[in-house]
């Protein structure tokens, strides 16, 4: 997969989350706002309702900004390459519960939740599935 084929991914992810995170767990996914610098977005994730200023850096990183919800915090997307030339995404966030004690007992079942086989990690597998299977039908 080229980088512009990732990225082509990832762009159509921030859009439209519900064809890349796990079946049932987006199911509402809407842009409600677009400039030229970023986008918002309206979701309902995992039952809840969020509300993303997403912006984009063409074939490199997609920035999800909480602006509204349970998270307060910022995820990323992150296409790079390795020392040997091979493309890799990348996965991180700094998040928190929305007024809940830091590393509070909240916090941490969150995180646990998140760190689990059905978490954040999954969401990065069902995106990279995704997109390899829109390349595999030439829709990417």
Known sequence: MTRAQAWKGLELKARDARLFLVPGLCTRCEI???????FVREATIGGNELREIV??????????????????????????????GELLLRFYC?????GKEPNGREEQAEQAQ????????????????QTRELLAKGKL
């Not at 490199?60 to 790079?80: C, D, H, M, W, Y």
């Open 94 to 98: 700094y998040m928190g519960l929305r």
């Open 32 to 38: 409600v706002e677009e400039s030229a610098t970023h």
């Open 114 to 129: 998140f760190a689990s086989e059905n978490g954040y990690k999954a969401a990065l597998m069902s995106t990279l599935k």
């Open 55 to 84: 912006t984009l850096e063409p074939e490199s990183k997609v920035t999800f900004f909480q602006a509204a919800g349970p998270r307060e915090g910022v995820i990323i997307n992150e296409l790079f390459e390795d020392e040997e």
